[in-house]
């Protein structure tokens, strides 16, 4: 589990990252200004901030999901979504196997 949360986090904190890069590109091609460059120093804190802000809120609700959501609801989460894309697929053999093993 500490190995997805991790992963998680870094795919989360990429994104927020490439936001802030992106809406940095924005403002510097709808800055009329030739100076853009003497505030970037503290746009990067402000940047910085978003995304440390942000990916500790994000991470911290993942967090509180996976331990507060009681362990009966993840089951039959799992079991049900299991059972949708068998159904999708045509394949109640398998769903039948599946769920034996689940349980």
Request: proline letters at 1%; hydrophobic letters at 45%.
């Amino acid at each position: 589990m500490s190995a997805e949360l991790s992963l998680h986090t870094c795919v989360v904190g990429c994104w927020l990252c490439l936001n802030c890069m992106g809406h940095h590109v924005w403002k510097v091609i709808k800055a009329k200004s030739v100076f853009t460059r003497v505030t970037d120093g503290r746009r990067l804190l402000y940047y910085s901030g978003y995304v440390s802000l942000a990916l500790g809120v994000i991470t911290a609700s993942a967090v509180a999901v996976i331990f507060l959501a009681p362990e009966d609801a993840l089951q039959k989460e799992r079991i049900r979504h299991i059972e949708e894309r068998m159904e999708e697929s045509h394949l109640g053999e398998r769903l039948s196997m599946t769920l034996s093993t689940l349980q």
